[in-house]
């Protein structure tokens, strides 16, 4: 717990993004944002999907 309040400030604080690789989900309530590898690929895309969105690329965003 304490390693994860550790990364949170250090997130929060120096305004960098911190990514982890885990397979402990205890480390979930320090995170904004969470993705999944599922089978070799990344299975959370709804923040990709919204960026490129937002700029205009809706043709090409595929969803699964």
């Not at 904004?32 to 999907?49: E, Q």
């Not at 960026?51 to 809706?58: I, W």
């Amino acid at each position: 717990k304490e390693v994860g309040q550790l990364f949170a400030n250090i997130a929060h604080d120096e305004e960098k993004a911190v990514v982890i690789v885990t397979h402990d989900d205890r480390l979930r309530e320090f995170s904004d944002n969470v993705y999944k590898i599922v089978d070799g690929k990344l299975s959370n895309t709804d923040w990709l999907t919204h960026f490129l969105v937002a700029f205009g690329y809706t043709g090409i965003v595929k969803q699964n």
